[in-house]
């Protein structure tokens, strides 16, 4: 069936670096894609997401880009701070489906002192 | 505000015991979820309910009933839990077409 998923299970930074997260899509059909970031022992939280029509959007300190040609939606995170440290999932959203959110399975992103 | 509550935070279980989730939120939201997270992996939709009165299947409901009791609140019901529904479960709640969906903490379910 469709399916949301990421390339890369676990991700290293320095802090202060940039980190960009990877995301691959099958559902054409989706309305949305989303970012949400999942702190150890807490629910998943909104990050940023993006209209199915638009290529770029950008919130304070992260970028998703969206690539429909190669169904590929990235998070960029600007000057990493070990407060960014967590799981990070795509997920995507289709209007016609109910209005439900169909997760991937996470990168964790781990930032280095 | 308290956003969306579950209770218990923490369950063990044996294997054919039955137990509801509870989940309640004070957002007025029209849409609520029930997510289950196994280890490493992402969150896989059990339930949906996108109105007071409606509810819907979403990719594993096999095993679980829900009920949409009033706006604030959606339960989950395990009729005869099994060890495959070890697993930690999460509410959610979200205002008609957005996608932000607010997150409850989540309830630790061991089936043993």
């Known amino acids: 069936g469709e399916s949301v998923g990421l390339h890369l299970p676990t991700l290293s930074v320095q802090e202060g670096d940039n980190s960009i997260i990877n995301c691959a899509y099958s559902?054409?059909?989706?309305?949305?894609f989303i970012w949400y970031k999942q702190e150890s022992g807490k629910g998943p939280q909104f990050i940023i997401d993006?209209?199915?029509?638009?290529d770029k959007r950008q919130g304070q300190r992260v970028t998703v880009l969206l690539n429909k040609t190669v169904k590929h939606l990235s998070l960029q995170i600007a000057a990493t701070q070990p407060g960014d440290s967590a799981v990070y999932f795509c997920?995507?959203?289709?209007?016609?489906?109910?209005?439900?959110?169909?997760f991937g399975g996470g990168t964790r992103l781990m930032v280095k002192p | 505000n308290a956003g969306v509550t579950q209770t218990p935070k923490f369950q063990v279980l044996k294997t054919g015991q039955s137990m509801t989730l509870q989940c309640a939120q004070d957002?007025?939201?029209?849409?609520m979820y029930w997510y289950r997270q196994d280890p490493g992996m992402g969150l896989r939709l059990i339930y949906y309910?996108?109105?007071?009165?409606?509810?819907d299947k979403g990719e594993v409901p096999n095993g679980y009933n829900v009920s949409r009791l009033n706006k604030r609140e959606f339960s989950l019901r395990l009729e005869s839990a099994a060890p495959s529904q070890t697993s930690v479960y999460f509410c959610?709640?979200?205002?008609?077409?957005?996608?932000?969906?607010?997150f409850g903490q989540g309830t630790r379910l061991t089936v043993v």
């Open positions: 959610a709640s979200s205002e008609g077409t957005s996608t932000e969906a607010f």
């Open positions: 559902n054409s059909a989706s309305d949305y």
């Open positions: 993006i209209r199915s029509n638009m």
């Open positions: 997920a995507e959203n289709s209007y016609n489906a109910g209005n439900m959110l169909t």
């Open positions: 957002m007025n939201h029209n849409s």
């Open positions: 309910s996108a109105s007071e009165g409606t509810t």
